[in-house]
């Protein structure tokens, strides 16, 4: 007679769970015989650099770091749409035109206002 | 343990081709042959004990090649150069976060007592004021060699721990802390200047 074909995925499972067991329980048994657990609260830390840590990890940012962004975007960011927009220029059918100049606004926008704001000013 | 075998019967059976051996002896086996130190340096020991993981000298043969980052897998401590009392709470909590049983290796004049430094303000005179030191090694730096002699004398210190009796090894006593006391900044020096559960300095005989 022939075996059940799905016998060795039982057989696979019980090897997949006693394997494991085998060293948890050795580990168990060993901390009940011979090594008693020793814990404590720098043992337990979480942290494990050697340095204890500081405040909450729950932070926040300022928000006013948003204009330095939008300065990286006009001036960084928007040079690498410009150029192929300057070599394809006189290909560009009306549409891409237009989406181009809209997207130029929105950044001019985004100038307009960092310069209002006094983000362009040079302190010494 | 080991006591329960008889030598002689042993060496016949080993002629014969079966190996007997005793739950200590094969415990002490696996751990004195695979001691993960903690990667962790200070200062110019450090690079010797770089030299002595690479491959020239390679620490690999004794099988404590694998530096762990992280103290809860490392079993050796290799305090590596000057300990400044900025650094000693921090050494003194990584290892307290090492798992048990582990091993202190104090390596170099400084780690010893504070070596060429020892009149600096800043310098422990020693580390092994807050924590136990199994073995120390003299050199300013030590040579890679004399830090595979002390891994060598710390393998041999592990082969000979016992596994229960009265003289058990240190870790399995349910009373031997595994955690000491980390000092704190005081006003003019860290508090405790030394642990006396730990520091035990020789004391001088003078001859009047």
């Not at chain 1, 220029?89 to 310069?115: C, D, H, M, Q, S």
């Not at chain 2, 094969?26 to 200062?43: D, E, H, M, T, V």
């Amino acid at each position: 007679m022939r075996p059940n074909p799905y016998l060795f995925i039982v057989v696979f499972i019980g090897v997949a769970l006693v394997f494991p067991l085998i060293p948890l329980a050795l580990a168990w048994l060993w901390r009940r015989i011979f090594q008693p657990p020793k814990p404590g609260p720098q043992k337990n830390a979480i942290y494990e650099c050697g340095v204890e840590s500081l405040g909450e990890a729950q932070i926040q940012f300022r928000s006013q770091y948003y204009l330095y962004a939008i300065i990286f975007l006009i001036f960084d960011v928007e040079a690498i749409f410009l150029v192929p927009f300057a070599v394809a220029f006189t290909g560009l059918p009306v549409g891409a035109f237009i989406a181009i100049l809209v997207f130029l606004l929105l950044l001019i926008e985004g100038l307009v206002w960092a310069w209002s704001k006094g983000c362009l000013q040079w302190e010494r | 343990m080991s006591e329960g075998i008889d030598e002689v019967l042993r060496s016949k059976l080993q002629r014969q081709g079966v190996w007997v051996t005793s739950m200590q002896e094969l415990y002490n086996w696996g751990r004195k042959n695979s001691i993960w130190p903690l990667q962790f340096g200070l200062a110019c020991c450090a690079i010797e004990m770089i030299a002595t993981a690479a491959s020239r000298y390679d620490i690999a043969r004794f099988g404590g090649e694998v530096f762990r980052p992280s103290p809860r897998q490392a079993d050796l401590m290799i305090v590596a150069g000057t300990v400044t009392k900025k650094m000693a709470p921090q050494i003194v909590r990584l290892y307290n976060q090492m798992a048990d049983p582990k091993y202190v290796i104090a390596m170099g004049a400084c780690a010893i007592s504070g070596g060429p430094f020892k009149q600096g303000y800043n310098v422990l005179k020693g580390i092994d004021r807050y924590i136990p030191v199994d073995v120390y090694i003299p050199g300013c730096p030590p040579r890679p060699e004399a830090l595979l002699h002390a891994f060598m004398e710390l393998q041999q210190k592990i082969d000979e721990q016992k596994l229960s009796g009265a003289d058990k090894a240190a870790h399995l006593e349910s009373e031997q802390p595994s955690e000491y006391p980390v000092p704190a900044f005081g006003k003019h020096d860290l508090e405790p200047p030394a642990n006396p559960n730990v520091f035990h300095p020789p004391a001088i005989e003078r001859q009047s």
